[in-house]
């Protein structure tokens, strides 16, 4: 068996291999004995007693081929996810800055129309101080004008 080929540990009907301990149920899934059943000393491959059953018959060739391709779909659909998920996250993170440009917007709205109110508070207040320059000026004129009446009377 090569590595990372087996899983699915479940207790079926109990084994016990050379050691004297209860041997793993496990399922093969390389591609001449997928989806086979077999036992095999708990032990990492280093210290094994070297036990190992097969718990099956061999599986016809139309089952490994179906085996098989279950295992290509199954892998399609998880990378198929992944991509998915990414995608989802990149969206997410477009809403994220999109929200926050619609309170920048916002922001940027009050700011022109504070802007805006003080731009015709400014063209008030110069109205009034042109208002007041001719009304100064028109006193000044109409000071002038006496006291030049005044001097040309003596």
């Keep these: 068996?090569?590595?990372?080929?087996?899983?699915?540990?479940?207790?079926?009907s109990?084994?016990?291999?050379?050691?004297?301990?209860?041997?793993?149920?496990?399922?093969?899934?390389?591609?001449?004995?997928?989806?086979?059943?077999?036992?095999?000393c708990p032990k990492s491959e280093k210290n094994s007693c070297g036990y190992f059953e097969w718990a099956?018959?061999?599986?016809?060739?139309?089952?490994?081929?179906?085996?098989?391709?279950?295992?290509?779909?199954l892998e399609a659909v998880k990378?198929?996810?992944?991509k998915l998920k990414e995608k989802l996250?990149?969206?997410?993170?477009?809403?994220?800055v999109e929200g926050k440009r619609d309170i920048?917007?916002?922001?940027?709205?009050?700011?022109?129309?504070?802007?805006?109110?003080?731009m015709t508070n400014s063209r008030k207040l110069e109205a009034k101080v042109l208002k007041l320059k001719i009304f100064l000026i028109s006193w000044v004129l109409f000071a002038g004008l006496i006291v030049a009446c005044m001097i040309n009377s003596y």
């Design 1 to 12: 068996m090569s590595e990372g080929s087996s899983s699915s540990q479940e207790c079926v």
């Design 14 to 40: 109990s084994r016990t291999c050379k050691c004297g301990l209860t041997a793993l149920y496990l399922m093969a899934y390389t591609h001449w004995n997928a989806g086979r059943r077999f036992y095999k």
């Design 56 to 73: 099956d018959e061999v599986l016809s060739d139309r089952a490994m081929i179906i085996i098989c391709k279950l295992k290509a779909q």
């Design 79 to 82: 990378i198929e996810r992944l």
């Design 89 to 96: 996250e990149a969206l997410e993170a477009i809403n994220e």
């Design 104 to 118: 920048l917007k916002e922001k940027i709205e009050e700011m022109e129309a504070t802007i805006r109110g003080e």
